[in-house]
C-alpha cells in the first residue's frame, strides 16, 4: 500500500476532478505490476496495472488500491467489473469512496461475488491524500484552504531590516507543492499589490501555474499593469473577483483591454467570500488554496469561510507593529496535527 500510495502521488495536482489512486498486484508476496491514474479522462489506476501486466493475474494474486474502486461508469467503464474479469480473489484497499451515494458499494459488490476484502489498510494517509476531492465530492463545494506563514507571535511580516521570507527553504519547497495541487490559488487585492507574486508552482518539475484568484472587492488593482498576474506568460489565468456595486466601467474596460477575465459578484461586504465560493462551485472548482494576508485571514476565520488550515509557523519574532492573522478570532484547540517541515512547525488540519 506504501507503494500505491507513492505511484498515485506522481499524479500530484494532475487529477481534479477526480482522485488520485495507485495500484499494485502482488503474486506470491512479490510486486509484479503497478499503475496509477494519471490525469481525468484517462483509465483508472487498477485497470493500468492490469495493463501493465499484461495477463492472467495468478491464483494467488492480490490488488492492492489506495481507493476503492469505482463501481459506477463514468469516462471510464467500472473497476468493479474489471477487477472481477481478472479473476482476483482478495483486494486490499486504503480508503473508502466519499461519495456518499458510493461509498462502501463497490465493495459490497466484490465481496457478494466472493472477493476477500481487506480494508482500511494505511486508511488515513490515503484519505489524507485526496482532501481536495473528498470534500467536493462529498458536498458539490470548493474546499477552501486557507494557507499562512507566520512568526511565533502570529505576525506575517519581519521587522524592519530582516528580510520579507519568515519561514526557511523546506517549507517555502511545500507551498510550492501546495500550488501545484490545488486548482486554483487566491490572494487578496492587498497582497498582490504589496508583494506582487506571481503564484505558480516552481521546482525540479519545472513551473505550472494554476488559475490565480485576486480578491478585490473595490477593483483596486485596475491600471497596476505592472503586476506579475497581470502580465506574465499566465495572465490569461488570473481573475480578478470583486463587487458588481463597486465595479466602475472604467475598471472594468482596463480588465477588459489587459485580457484578465473578471467577476462581479452580486453581494457586499458581509456576503463577498460567501458569494466567491458559490461562484467557484458553480464554475466547477474544486479546491481553493488561500495565500492570505493579516486581514483576509482574520476576515476568512471570522466568517468560518475557511474548510481547512495550513499555518506554517517560524522559530522567530515579527514586527511588533504588524498585525497578527488571527487577531480578534479564536483558532481551533484541537484536530490539527503539527509536524516539521525543515527548521518551521506546520500546523494543519479541518476548520469547523
Known amino acids: 500500500m506504501r507503494r500505491a500510495l507513492e505511484l498515485a502521488r506522481q499524479a500530484w495536482g494532475r487529477t481534479h476532478p477526480n482522485p ?3 495500484a499494485v498486484i502482488t503474486e506470491g508476496g512479490k510486486v509484479v505490476a503497478e499503475g496509477f491514474h494519471a490525469k481525468a479522462g484517462d483509465s483508472h489506476a487498477e485497470v493500468m496495472a492490469l495493463r501493465a501486466l499484461g495477463r492472467k493475474p495468478a491464483a494467488d494474486a492480490i490488488l492492492h488500491v489506495t481507493l ?13 467489473d474489471a477487477i472481477l474479469a481478472a479473476g482476483f480473489r482478495t483486494v486490499v484497499v486504503g480508503a473508502r469512496d466519499p461519495n456518499p451515494a458510493h461509498a462502501g458499494h463497490g465493495l459490497d459488490l466484490l465481496r457478494a461475488k466472493g472477493v476477500a476484502v481487506v480494508e482500511g489498510v494505511l486508511g488515513e494517509e490515503c484519505a489524507e491524500l485526496n482532501l481536495i476531492f473528498n470534500h467536493w465530492i462529498a458536498r458539490g463545494t470548493p474546499l477552501i484552504a486557507l494557507k499562512v506563514a507566520s512568526t511565533l507571535d502570529g505576525k506575517l511580516t519581519l521587522p524592519v531590516g530582516q528580510g520579507r521570507a519568515i519561514t526557511g527553504p523546506a517549507a517555502q519547497a511545500y507551498v510550492h507543492r501546495l500550488r501545484r495541487l490545488f486548482p486554483t490559488i487566491a490572494v487578496s487585492a492587498d497582497t498582490a499589490i504589496a508583494d506582487n507574486p506571481r503564484l ?24 497596476r499593469s505592472g503586476l506579475n498576474l497581470f502580465q506574465d506568460a499566465h495572465r490569461t489565468r488570473t481573475i480578478v473577483v470583486g463587487l458588481g456595486s463597486a465595479a466602475k466601467k472604467s475598471d472594468l474596460a482596463w480588465y477588459e483591454a489587459e485580457g484578465i477575465k473578471v467577476w462581479s459578484l452580486v453581494g457586499n461586504e458581509d456576503s463577498f467570500l460567501k458569494v466567491w465560493a458559490e461562484r467557484c462551485a458553480q464554475e466547477k472548482i474544486s479546491g481553493v488554496l488561500v495565500e ?7 476576515a476568512m476565520l471570522a466568517a468560518g469561510s475557511a474548510d481547512y488550515l495550513y499555518a506554517f509557523v ?5 514586527d511588533t507593529e504588524a498585525p497578527s492573522w488571527y487577531d480578534g478570532v479564536a483558532l481551533p484547540a484541537g484536530g490539527l496535527r503539527t509536524s516539521l517541515v525543515g527548521s518551521d512547525a506546520l500546523y494543519q488540519g479541518h476548520l469547523g
Do not use: N, Q, Y
Open 292 to 298: 492570505a494576508g493579516p486581514r483576509l485571514a482574520s
Open 314 to 318: 517560524a522559530p522567530r519574532t515579527g
Open 200 to 223: 505558480t508552482a516552481r521546482g525540479d518539475a519545472g513551473e505550472t501555474c494554476p488559475v490565480r484568484f485576486v480578491l478585490d472587492r473595490h477593483f483596486k488593482t485596475a491600471g
Open 20 to 22: 488520485m489512486v495507485g
Open 68 to 80: 476503492e474502486p469505482c463501481c459506477t461508469h463514468g469516462r471510464t467503464p467500472p473497476c468493479v
